[in-house]
Protein backbone atom coordinates (compact mmCIF):
# COMPACT_ATOMS: atom_id res chain seq x y z
CA UNK A 1 0.00 0.00 0.00
CA UNK A 2 1.65 3.66 -0.63
CA UNK A 3 1.00 6.92 0.81
CA UNK A 4 2.57 10.09 0.74
CA UNK A 5 3.33 9.85 4.31
CA UNK A 6 2.77 6.63 6.78
CA UNK A 7 2.63 8.07 10.82
CA UNK A 8 3.09 5.64 13.57
CA UNK A 9 1.28 6.04 16.35
CA UNK A 10 -2.41 7.46 17.06
CA UNK A 11 -1.50 9.45 19.79
CA UNK A 12 -1.71 13.57 19.79
CA UNK A 13 1.77 13.80 18.26
CA UNK A 14 1.24 11.59 15.20
CA UNK A 15 -2.87 12.83 14.84
CA UNK A 16 -1.75 16.31 14.89
CA UNK A 17 0.60 15.62 11.85
CA UNK A 18 -1.92 13.86 10.20
CA UNK A 19 -4.54 17.28 10.40
CA UNK A 20 -1.77 19.84 9.83
CA UNK A 21 -0.79 17.74 6.62
CA UNK A 22 -4.32 17.58 5.51
CA UNK A 23 -5.41 21.28 6.48
CA UNK A 24 -1.71 22.02 4.30
CA UNK A 25 -3.11 20.10 1.60
CA UNK A 26 -6.71 21.67 1.27
CA UNK A 27 -5.46 25.15 1.82
CA UNK A 28 -3.01 24.56 -1.71
CA UNK A 29 -5.52 22.32 -3.33
CA UNK A 30 -2.98 19.49 -2.95
CA UNK A 31 -3.77 15.57 -3.26
CA UNK A 32 -1.51 14.03 -0.38
CA UNK A 33 -2.34 10.75 1.04
CA UNK A 34 -1.94 10.11 4.67
CA UNK A 35 -2.73 7.06 6.93
CA UNK A 36 -2.27 6.61 10.87
CA UNK A 37 -1.18 3.05 12.20
CA UNK A 38 -2.23 2.23 15.32
CA UNK A 39 -1.43 -0.73 17.44
CA UNK A 40 -4.04 -0.65 19.92
CA UNK A 41 -7.63 -1.66 19.26
CA UNK A 42 -9.26 1.90 18.45
CA UNK A 43 -7.20 5.07 18.71
CA UNK A 44 -7.12 6.07 22.30
CA UNK A 45 -6.79 2.31 23.81
CA UNK A 46 -3.66 2.42 24.87
CA UNK A 47 -3.47 6.20 26.07
CA UNK A 48 -2.66 7.09 29.45
CA UNK A 49 -1.81 10.54 30.80
CA UNK A 50 -2.94 12.33 33.64
CA UNK A 51 -3.98 14.35 32.11
CA UNK A 52 -3.65 18.43 32.53
CA UNK A 53 -3.31 19.54 28.72
CA UNK A 54 -1.84 23.03 27.99
CA UNK A 55 -3.84 24.41 24.93
CA UNK A 56 -0.97 25.25 23.06
CA UNK A 57 -0.81 23.19 20.74
CA UNK A 58 -4.89 22.76 20.15
CA UNK A 59 -5.09 26.24 19.71
CA UNK A 60 -2.83 26.15 16.89
CA UNK A 61 -4.16 23.21 15.29
CA UNK A 62 -7.79 23.79 15.85
CA UNK A 63 -8.09 27.03 16.99
CA UNK A 64 -11.81 26.94 17.38
CA UNK A 65 -11.50 23.63 19.13
CA UNK A 66 -13.52 24.71 21.74
CA UNK A 67 -16.87 25.11 19.81
CA UNK A 68 -16.66 21.82 18.46
CA UNK A 69 -17.67 19.60 21.17
CA UNK A 70 -14.41 18.44 22.34
CA UNK A 71 -13.76 16.25 25.23
CA UNK A 72 -11.59 19.03 27.12
CA UNK A 73 -14.81 20.57 28.87
CA UNK A 74 -12.81 21.21 32.83
CA UNK A 75 -10.64 24.41 32.87
CA UNK A 76 -8.03 23.99 36.00
CA UNK A 77 -9.06 26.25 38.50
CA UNK A 78 -7.05 25.66 41.67
CA UNK A 79 -3.46 24.51 41.84
CA UNK A 80 -1.89 22.59 45.25
CA UNK A 81 1.66 21.62 45.86
CA UNK A 82 2.89 19.50 48.78
CA UNK A 83 6.04 18.31 50.00
CA UNK A 84 4.73 15.01 52.00
CA UNK A 85 6.01 13.63 55.37
CA UNK A 86 4.54 10.64 56.66
CA UNK A 87 1.17 11.70 58.29
CA UNK A 88 1.68 15.84 57.04
CA UNK A 89 3.55 17.93 55.17
CA UNK A 90 4.16 21.30 53.79
CA UNK A 91 2.58 23.20 50.93
CA UNK A 92 4.18 25.54 48.48
CA UNK A 93 2.56 29.22 48.07
CA UNK A 94 1.75 29.40 44.00
CA UNK A 95 3.81 33.08 44.32
CA UNK A 96 7.00 31.08 45.05
CA UNK A 97 6.37 28.75 42.19
CA UNK A 98 8.57 29.96 38.12
CA UNK A 99 5.56 31.29 36.13
CA UNK A 100 5.68 27.83 33.82
CA UNK A 101 4.57 25.78 36.85
CA UNK A 102 1.22 27.53 36.81
CA UNK A 103 -1.60 26.01 35.38
CA UNK A 104 -3.77 28.75 34.82
CA UNK A 105 -5.89 28.11 31.42
CA UNK A 106 -4.99 24.88 30.89
CA UNK A 107 -7.48 21.87 31.16
CA UNK A 108 -8.04 18.27 32.99
CA UNK A 109 -9.61 15.60 30.95
CA UNK A 110 -8.66 12.42 29.34
CA UNK A 111 -5.88 12.57 27.15
CA UNK A 112 -7.27 8.94 25.84
CA UNK A 113 -10.87 10.69 24.92
CA UNK A 114 -8.74 13.53 23.70
CA UNK A 115 -6.84 11.43 20.93
CA UNK A 116 -10.18 9.86 20.34
CA UNK A 117 -11.55 12.69 19.26
CA UNK A 118 -8.83 14.47 17.13
CA UNK A 119 -8.84 10.75 15.42
CA UNK A 120 -12.58 11.69 14.40
CA UNK A 121 -11.45 15.00 13.07
CA UNK A 122 -8.44 13.35 11.09
CA UNK A 123 -10.99 11.13 9.11
CA UNK A 124 -13.01 13.71 8.85
CA UNK A 125 -10.25 15.37 6.66
CA UNK A 126 -9.41 12.16 4.76
CA UNK A 127 -6.81 10.93 6.82
CA UNK A 128 -7.26 6.73 6.70
CA UNK A 129 -6.39 5.62 10.23
CA UNK A 130 -6.11 1.70 11.16
CA UNK A 131 -6.06 0.68 14.29
CA UNK A 132 -5.28 -2.94 15.32
CA UNK A 133 -2.02 -2.56 13.69
CA UNK A 134 1.48 -3.63 15.32
CA UNK A 135 4.49 -1.73 13.20
CA UNK A 136 7.14 -4.07 13.90
CA UNK A 137 9.75 -3.31 11.12
CA UNK A 138 10.97 -0.55 8.71
CA UNK A 139 11.72 -0.72 5.04
CA UNK A 140 14.60 0.10 3.87
CA UNK A 141 15.90 1.63 0.21
CA UNK A 142 19.12 1.14 -1.62
CA UNK A 143 20.95 4.08 0.35
CA UNK A 144 19.40 3.00 3.40
CA UNK A 145 16.56 5.54 3.89
CA UNK A 146 13.49 4.58 5.42
CA UNK A 147 10.68 4.02 2.14
CA UNK A 148 7.73 2.83 4.65
CA UNK A 149 7.33 -0.38 7.53
CA UNK A 150 6.23 -3.54 7.66
CA UNK A 151 3.00 -5.12 10.11
CA UNK A 152 3.42 -7.51 12.09
CA UNK A 153 2.12 -11.31 11.03
CA UNK A 154 -1.39 -12.15 12.20
CA UNK A 155 -2.30 -15.59 13.65
CA UNK A 156 1.63 -16.89 14.21
CA UNK A 157 1.40 -19.63 16.90
CA UNK A 158 3.88 -19.56 19.89
CA UNK A 159 5.85 -22.46 18.24
CA UNK A 160 6.27 -20.36 15.12
CA UNK A 161 3.42 -21.84 12.98
CA UNK A 162 0.62 -20.56 11.60
CA UNK A 163 -2.90 -20.91 12.78
CA UNK A 164 -5.78 -20.76 10.58
CA UNK A 165 -6.09 -17.29 11.35
CA UNK A 166 -2.93 -16.29 10.45
CA UNK A 167 -2.93 -13.65 7.94
CA UNK A 168 0.72 -11.89 6.43
CA UNK A 169 2.05 -8.64 7.46
CA UNK A 170 1.82 -5.90 4.79
CA UNK A 171 4.18 -3.18 3.63
CA UNK A 172 3.24 0.01 3.22
CA UNK A 173 4.99 2.44 1.83
CA UNK A 174 5.33 6.14 2.23
CA UNK A 175 7.58 9.17 0.84
CA UNK A 176 8.22 10.50 4.31
CA UNK A 177 7.79 7.92 7.69
CA UNK A 178 6.89 9.68 10.95
CA UNK A 179 7.36 7.54 14.17
CA UNK A 180 5.06 9.05 17.12
CA UNK A 181 5.07 5.62 18.86
CA UNK A 182 5.29 7.43 22.86
CA UNK A 183 8.15 6.67 25.11
CA UNK A 184 10.33 4.15 23.96
CA UNK A 185 8.90 2.82 20.87
CA UNK A 186 9.96 -0.08 19.56
CA UNK A 187 10.90 0.93 15.86
CA UNK A 188 11.67 4.11 16.98
CA UNK A 189 14.58 2.41 19.23
CA UNK A 190 16.16 0.53 15.95
CA UNK A 191 16.29 3.37 14.16
CA UNK A 192 17.73 5.66 16.57
CA UNK A 193 20.39 2.83 17.14
CA UNK A 194 20.50 2.10 13.36
CA UNK A 195 21.08 5.93 12.40
CA UNK A 196 23.19 6.52 15.56
CA UNK A 197 20.53 9.67 16.39
CA UNK A 198 21.55 9.52 19.80
CA UNK A 199 25.28 10.16 19.05
CA UNK A 200 25.46 14.02 20.30
CA UNK A 201 22.50 14.01 22.90
CA UNK A 202 22.82 12.20 26.22
CA UNK A 203 21.30 8.65 27.76
CA UNK A 204 17.23 9.39 27.61
CA UNK A 205 15.96 9.15 31.06
CA UNK A 206 12.37 7.33 31.92
CA UNK A 207 10.03 7.39 34.98
CA UNK A 208 6.85 4.82 34.86
CA UNK A 209 3.62 6.72 35.48
CA UNK A 210 0.81 4.40 36.78
CA UNK A 211 -2.56 6.01 37.59
CA UNK A 212 -5.98 5.25 38.63
CA UNK A 213 -9.09 6.88 37.59
CA UNK A 214 -12.09 7.20 40.45
CA UNK A 215 -15.52 8.63 40.57
CA UNK A 216 -16.39 10.01 43.95
CA UNK A 217 -19.31 11.36 45.82
CA UNK A 218 -20.54 14.77 44.37
CA UNK A 219 -20.22 16.24 47.48
CA UNK A 220 -15.84 15.62 47.24
CA UNK A 221 -15.86 16.57 43.67
CA UNK A 222 -14.13 20.29 43.22
CA UNK A 223 -13.65 20.67 39.10
CA UNK A 224 -10.41 21.72 37.66
CA UNK A 225 -8.77 21.18 41.26
CA UNK A 226 -4.98 19.80 40.32
CA UNK A 227 -2.55 18.46 43.19
CA UNK A 228 0.96 17.41 42.81
CA UNK A 229 3.02 15.98 45.72
CA UNK A 230 6.45 14.82 46.16
CA UNK A 231 8.35 12.92 49.15
CA UNK A 232 6.88 10.18 51.33
CA UNK A 233 6.46 7.91 50.90
CA UNK A 234 9.61 7.64 47.88
CA UNK A 235 13.09 8.26 49.83
CA UNK A 236 15.16 11.42 48.99
CA UNK A 237 17.13 10.20 46.83
CA UNK A 238 14.45 8.79 44.42
CA UNK A 239 12.59 10.91 42.27
CA UNK A 240 8.99 10.95 41.94
CA UNK A 241 5.76 11.94 43.29
CA UNK A 242 2.08 11.78 43.51
CA UNK A 243 -0.96 13.79 40.73
CA UNK A 244 -3.89 14.10 41.78
CA UNK A 245 -6.89 15.77 39.45
CA UNK A 246 -10.42 16.34 39.35
CA UNK A 247 -12.37 16.76 36.44
CA UNK A 248 -15.65 15.66 34.23
CA UNK A 249 -18.37 13.86 36.04
CA UNK A 250 -17.37 13.06 39.36
CA UNK A 251 -14.04 12.15 38.00
CA UNK A 252 -10.42 12.17 39.91
CA UNK A 253 -7.52 10.62 38.36
CA UNK A 254 -4.95 9.66 40.92
CA UNK A 255 -1.62 8.50 39.57
CA UNK A 256 2.21 8.24 40.54
CA UNK A 257 5.55 8.71 39.31
CA UNK A 258 8.61 7.16 39.99
CA UNK A 259 11.77 8.17 38.13
CA UNK A 260 13.30 4.86 36.78
CA UNK A 261 16.82 6.34 38.04
CA UNK A 262 16.06 4.62 41.67
CA UNK A 263 18.82 2.43 42.95
CA UNK A 264 16.97 0.03 45.27
CA UNK A 265 16.03 -3.17 43.48
CA UNK A 266 13.19 -3.95 46.37
CA UNK A 267 11.37 -0.62 45.20
CA UNK A 268 7.99 -1.32 44.21
CA UNK A 269 6.87 1.65 42.40
CA UNK A 270 2.89 0.11 42.01
CA UNK A 271 3.05 -0.28 46.12
CA UNK A 272 5.01 3.01 46.47
CA UNK A 273 1.72 4.07 44.44
CA UNK A 274 -1.00 2.42 46.67
CA UNK A 275 1.19 3.25 49.99
CA UNK A 276 0.67 7.07 49.08
CA UNK A 277 -3.03 6.80 48.46
CA UNK A 278 -3.07 6.46 52.43
CA UNK A 279 -1.93 9.81 52.66
CA UNK A 280 -4.43 12.39 54.13
CA UNK A 281 -3.57 14.66 51.32
CA UNK A 282 -4.44 12.17 49.24
CA UNK A 283 -7.20 9.82 50.49
CA UNK A 284 -9.41 12.58 51.49
CA UNK A 285 -10.08 12.76 47.79
CA UNK A 286 -10.75 9.16 47.25
CA UNK A 287 -12.76 7.97 50.26
CA UNK A 288 -16.23 6.76 49.38
CA UNK A 289 -15.35 6.79 45.94
CA UNK A 290 -14.91 3.38 43.60
CA UNK A 291 -11.89 2.66 41.46
CA UNK A 292 -13.15 2.63 37.85
CA UNK A 293 -9.63 1.61 35.70
CA UNK A 294 -5.55 1.39 36.22
CA UNK A 295 -2.87 1.59 33.79
CA UNK A 296 0.70 1.91 33.89
CA UNK A 297 3.68 3.24 31.36
CA UNK A 298 6.48 4.60 30.77
CA UNK A 299 7.87 8.71 30.08
CA UNK A 300 10.57 10.49 28.75
CA UNK A 301 12.41 12.63 31.60
CA UNK A 302 15.36 13.35 29.51
CA UNK A 303 14.56 16.37 28.94
CA UNK A 304 16.33 18.58 26.29
CA UNK A 305 20.16 17.33 26.66
CA UNK A 306 18.15 14.01 25.78
CA UNK A 307 17.11 14.86 22.48
CA UNK A 308 18.29 12.67 20.00
CA UNK A 309 18.50 14.34 15.72
CA UNK A 310 15.05 14.37 15.20
CA UNK A 311 15.27 13.33 11.28
CA UNK A 312 16.64 10.92 9.25
CA UNK A 313 16.48 9.75 5.98
CA UNK A 314 13.78 9.39 4.83
CA UNK A 315 10.90 9.93 7.92
CA UNK A 316 11.19 11.77 11.39
CA UNK A 317 10.27 11.27 15.71
CA UNK A 318 7.94 13.20 16.52
CA UNK A 319 6.01 13.45 20.09
CA UNK A 320 7.44 11.15 22.83
CA UNK A 321 9.68 9.29 20.61
CA UNK A 322 11.87 11.89 20.37
CA UNK A 323 11.40 12.84 24.47
CA UNK A 324 9.70 16.60 24.31
CA UNK A 325 7.88 16.32 27.95
CA UNK A 326 8.44 18.96 30.38
CA UNK A 327 9.55 17.18 33.38
CA UNK A 328 8.60 19.66 36.36
CA UNK A 329 5.40 20.45 34.27
CA UNK A 330 4.15 16.67 33.95
CA UNK A 331 3.31 17.61 31.12
CA UNK A 332 4.11 16.46 26.92
CA UNK A 333 0.74 16.69 25.37
CA UNK A 334 1.15 20.13 23.95
CA UNK A 335 4.93 19.30 23.24
CA UNK A 336 3.62 16.59 21.36
CA UNK A 337 1.15 17.97 18.98
CA UNK A 338 3.60 21.27 18.17
CA UNK A 339 6.35 18.86 16.92
CA UNK A 340 3.44 16.93 14.97
CA UNK A 341 2.51 19.88 13.53
CA UNK A 342 5.92 21.20 12.60
CA UNK A 343 7.40 17.76 11.11
CA UNK A 344 3.78 18.23 9.50
CA UNK A 345 5.00 21.38 7.81
CA UNK A 346 8.37 20.17 6.75
CA UNK A 347 7.06 16.71 5.37
CA UNK A 348 4.34 19.09 3.15
CA UNK A 349 7.19 21.58 2.17
CA UNK A 350 9.07 18.73 0.78
CA UNK A 351 6.44 16.94 -1.02
CA UNK A 352 5.32 19.79 -2.47
CA UNK A 353 9.06 20.41 -3.81
CA UNK A 354 8.82 17.14 -5.34
CA UNK A 355 10.78 15.75 -3.04
CA UNK A 356 10.63 12.43 -0.85
CA UNK A 357 12.85 10.02 1.30
CA UNK A 358 15.48 12.74 2.09
CA UNK A 359 16.09 14.46 5.71
CA UNK A 360 13.78 16.67 6.98
CA UNK A 361 16.47 19.39 7.94
CA UNK A 362 13.86 21.94 7.94
CA UNK A 363 11.92 19.98 11.42
CA UNK A 364 14.91 20.35 12.90
CA UNK A 365 15.50 24.06 12.36
CA UNK A 366 11.75 24.60 13.31
CA UNK A 367 12.52 22.82 16.39
CA UNK A 368 15.18 24.78 17.80
CA UNK A 369 13.66 27.90 16.74
CA UNK A 370 10.37 26.91 18.35
CA UNK A 371 8.73 27.77 21.70
CA UNK A 372 8.84 24.30 22.80
CA UNK A 373 12.28 24.83 22.31
CA UNK A 374 12.83 27.83 24.78
CA UNK A 375 10.21 25.80 27.49
CA UNK A 376 12.56 22.81 27.31
CA UNK A 377 15.13 24.74 28.01
CA UNK A 378 14.09 26.75 30.97
CA UNK A 379 13.78 22.95 32.74
CA UNK A 380 16.68 21.56 31.26
CA UNK A 381 18.71 21.26 34.56
CA UNK A 382 15.77 20.60 36.63
CA UNK A 383 15.95 16.72 36.05
CA UNK A 384 19.61 16.01 36.67
CA UNK A 385 19.56 18.23 40.01
CA UNK A 386 17.27 16.25 41.37
CA UNK A 387 18.77 12.91 40.15
CA UNK A 388 22.07 14.18 41.59
CA UNK A 389 20.89 15.66 44.75
CA UNK A 390 17.98 13.96 46.02
CA UNK A 391 14.63 15.69 46.04
CA UNK A 392 14.88 18.41 49.08
CA UNK A 393 18.17 19.74 47.75
CA UNK A 394 17.62 18.44 44.27
CA UNK A 395 14.53 20.31 43.38
CA UNK A 396 15.13 23.60 45.50
CA UNK A 397 18.46 23.85 42.98
CA UNK A 398 16.04 23.21 40.08
CA UNK A 399 13.50 25.63 41.24
CA UNK A 400 15.89 28.50 41.41
CA UNK A 401 17.17 27.24 38.15
CA UNK A 402 14.17 27.63 36.49
CA UNK A 403 13.76 31.25 38.01
CA UNK A 404 17.32 32.19 36.96
CA UNK A 405 16.43 30.67 33.69
CA UNK A 406 13.17 32.84 33.48
CA UNK A 407 14.72 35.65 34.08
CA UNK A 408 17.63 35.72 32.36
CA UNK A 409 17.01 33.45 28.94
CA UNK A 410 20.98 33.67 27.73
CA UNK A 411 22.00 31.19 30.49
CA UNK A 412 23.27 28.75 28.51
CA UNK A 413 24.97 26.03 31.06
CA UNK A 414 23.20 22.48 30.88
CA UNK A 415 24.18 19.45 33.10
CA UNK A 416 24.36 16.18 31.18
CA UNK A 417 22.93 12.99 32.57
CA UNK A 418 25.21 10.29 33.84
CA UNK A 419 24.41 7.13 33.32
CA UNK A 420 21.29 5.61 31.75
CA UNK A 421 18.57 4.11 34.36
CA UNK A 422 19.50 0.10 34.14
CA UNK A 423 22.95 1.24 35.51
CA UNK A 424 21.38 3.24 38.62
CA UNK A 425 20.63 -0.16 40.70
CA UNK A 426 22.65 -0.96 43.99
CA UNK A 427 23.32 -4.64 44.29
CA UNK A 428 20.81 -6.32 46.49
CA UNK A 429 23.69 -7.41 49.22
CA UNK A 430 23.90 -3.24 49.75
CA UNK A 431 19.88 -2.23 50.01
CA UNK A 432 17.35 -2.39 52.00
CA UNK A 433 13.99 -4.71 52.26
CA UNK A 434 10.81 -2.63 51.97
CA UNK A 435 8.10 -3.34 53.85
CA UNK A 436 5.09 -2.69 51.64
CA UNK A 437 1.10 -2.61 53.98
CA UNK A 438 -1.46 -4.79 52.79
CA UNK A 439 -3.83 -4.32 50.20
CA UNK A 440 -6.84 -3.01 52.16
CA UNK A 441 -9.23 -3.24 49.24
CA UNK A 442 -10.95 0.23 49.76
CA UNK A 443 -8.11 2.76 48.94
CA UNK A 444 -5.32 0.42 48.04
CA UNK A 445 -5.74 -2.77 46.31
CA UNK A 446 -3.52 -5.98 44.59
CA UNK A 447 -1.82 -5.63 41.09
CA UNK A 448 -3.70 -8.64 39.51
CA UNK A 449 -7.15 -6.82 40.31
CA UNK A 450 -5.83 -3.71 38.88
CA UNK A 451 -4.61 -5.22 35.74
CA UNK A 452 -8.34 -6.65 35.27
CA UNK A 453 -9.21 -2.85 35.09
CA UNK A 454 -6.90 -1.84 32.50
CA UNK A 455 -9.02 -4.34 30.29
CA UNK A 456 -5.84 -5.89 29.01
CA UNK A 457 -6.33 -8.92 26.69
CA UNK A 458 -3.88 -10.92 24.09
CA UNK A 459 -4.61 -13.62 21.89
CA UNK A 460 -3.91 -17.07 22.99
CA UNK A 461 -0.91 -18.86 21.85
CA UNK A 462 1.11 -16.02 20.18
CA UNK A 463 4.79 -15.47 20.81
CA UNK A 464 5.97 -13.89 23.81
CA UNK A 465 6.00 -10.57 23.10
CA UNK A 466 8.97 -10.01 25.73
CA UNK A 467 11.88 -11.17 24.94
CA UNK A 468 15.08 -12.38 26.67
CA UNK A 469 18.37 -12.35 24.87
CA UNK A 470 20.02 -14.72 27.06
CA UNK A 471 16.93 -16.70 29.34
CA UNK A 472 19.55 -17.95 31.73
CA UNK A 473 20.19 -14.41 32.84
CA UNK A 474 17.46 -14.30 34.80
CA UNK A 475 18.01 -17.02 37.45
CA UNK A 476 22.12 -16.99 36.85
CA UNK A 477 22.76 -13.30 36.87
CA UNK A 478 19.91 -11.12 38.02
CA UNK A 479 17.95 -12.85 40.83
CA UNK A 480 21.72 -13.03 43.21
CA UNK A 481 22.57 -10.05 42.30
CA UNK A 482 19.40 -7.62 42.21
CA UNK A 483 16.89 -10.05 43.43
CA UNK A 484 15.59 -9.72 40.18
CA UNK A 485 14.04 -6.15 40.29
CA UNK A 486 11.27 -7.50 37.30
CA UNK A 487 8.97 -8.81 39.93
CA UNK A 488 8.77 -5.78 41.22
CA UNK A 489 9.20 -2.77 38.56
CA UNK A 490 6.49 -4.47 36.49
CA UNK A 491 3.08 -2.42 37.08
CA UNK A 492 1.34 -5.54 35.82
CA UNK A 493 2.85 -8.81 37.73
CA UNK A 494 4.68 -10.04 34.30
CA UNK A 495 7.74 -11.09 35.09
CA UNK A 496 7.71 -14.10 38.82
CA UNK A 497 10.11 -16.19 40.15
CA UNK A 498 8.22 -19.59 40.26
CA UNK A 499 10.17 -22.31 42.57
CA UNK A 500 9.59 -25.73 41.31
CA UNK A 501 10.76 -28.01 43.45
CA UNK A 502 13.86 -26.41 44.28
CA UNK A 503 14.75 -25.38 41.03
CA UNK A 504 14.14 -21.74 39.87
CA UNK A 505 12.60 -20.49 36.87
CA UNK A 506 11.86 -17.05 35.47
CA UNK A 507 8.41 -17.13 34.45
CA UNK A 508 6.86 -14.64 31.93
CA UNK A 509 3.08 -14.24 32.24
CA UNK A 510 2.57 -11.82 29.27
CA UNK A 511 -1.06 -12.25 28.89
CA UNK A 512 -1.28 -9.40 32.08
CA UNK A 513 1.68 -6.74 29.88
CA UNK A 514 -0.33 -3.69 29.99
CA UNK A 515 2.56 -2.05 27.29
CA UNK A 516 4.30 0.10 29.75
CA UNK A 517 8.24 -0.62 28.89
CA UNK A 518 9.58 -0.30 32.03
CA UNK A 519 11.06 -3.53 31.62
CA UNK A 520 12.70 -2.71 28.54
CA UNK A 521 14.49 0.69 30.57
CA UNK A 522 15.03 -0.77 33.64
CA UNK A 523 16.71 -4.05 33.32
CA UNK A 524 20.02 -4.14 34.42
CA UNK A 525 21.33 -6.46 32.33
CA UNK A 526 19.43 -5.31 28.88
CA UNK A 527 18.39 -8.81 28.23
CA UNK A 528 14.53 -7.97 28.22
CA UNK A 529 13.32 -6.16 24.89
CA UNK A 530 9.95 -5.50 23.86
CA UNK A 531 8.31 -6.21 21.04
CA UNK A 532 5.03 -5.64 19.62
CA UNK A 533 2.35 -8.43 19.99
CA UNK A 534 -0.67 -8.46 17.81
CA UNK A 535 -1.91 -5.37 16.46
CA UNK A 536 -5.09 -4.99 19.22
CA UNK A 537 -3.64 -6.67 21.80
CA UNK A 538 -3.00 -5.23 24.98
CA UNK A 539 -5.00 -2.67 27.63
CA UNK A 540 -8.29 -1.19 26.19
CA UNK A 541 -8.66 2.08 28.58
CA UNK A 542 -11.70 3.95 28.89
CA UNK A 543 -11.46 7.71 29.94
CA UNK A 544 -7.90 7.13 30.82
Given at each position: ?66 EQDSPLQTQASEDRFYYLTEKGGIGFPSV ?52 GVITGDMGVARDGTHKESYTPGIALVGKY ?368
Open positions: MEFDVVIVGAGPAGLAAAIRIKQLAAETGQDISVVVLEKGSQVGAHILSGAVIDPVGLDRLLPDWRLMPPLMSNHGCYVGSLGSLTRWLGEQAEALGVEIYPGISVTDAIFGPNGEVETLLAEGARGSLTKQLIRRFSLDAESGPQKYGIGLKELWEVPKEKHRPGLVQHTMGWPLGDSTGGGSFLYHFGENLVSVGFVVHLDYANPYLNPFKEFQRAKLHPRIAEHLQGGRRISYGARALTEGGWQAIPRLAFPGGALIGCSAGFMNVPRIKGTHNAMLSGMMAAEAAFAALRAGRSRDVLDAYEQSVKQSSMATELKKVRNVKPLWSRLGTRLGVMLGGIDMWLNTLFPFLTHTLKHSKPDYASLTKAAQAKQIDYPKPDGGLTFDILSSVFLSGTNHAENQPVHLRLTDPSIPIAETLPEYAEPAQRYCPAQVYEVVDEGGKLRFQINAQNCVHCKTCDVKDPAQNITWVPPEGGDGPNYVNM
